[in-house]
């Protein structure tokens, strides 16, 4: 199924800031066409955790899973070693 907001997410990704991407538009742009689509999904994988995990796009997974992050099932992946955005944060160890 083809969302109608399709066109307008298209224009956004190819402008907006992948900071931006990934803490406002990904999030909006899926709760969106989920809301119109109407479809809920039993189990919810995600790969690349350490790129997706953000409030907006949680929201997101949050409306796409029967019984929500709370209360579906879900498996959630990422790589967390040698990671770009791991440069500035001080080792705890």
């Known amino acids: 199924m ?4 399709a066109a307008d997410f298209l224009e ?4 907006e800031s992948p900071a931006v991407l990934y803490d406002r538009i990904y999030g909006d742009f899926g709760s969106l066409a989920i809301e119109e689509v109407g479809t809920l999904y039993e189990v919810l994988v995600v790969d690349e955790a350490q ?3 953000r409030p907006g796009v949680l929201d997101g997974f949050d409306a796409w899973l029967k019984g929500g992050l709370a209360g579906g099932q879900w498996a959630i992946f990422g790589d967390f070693q040698r ?3 791991l440069d500035n944060v001080p080792e705890t160890r």
């Open 2 to 5: 083809h969302s109608s907001f």
């Open 12 to 15: 956004k990704e190819q402008v």
């Open 51 to 53: 790129d997706l995990l």
């Open 83 to 85: 990671q770009a955005f």
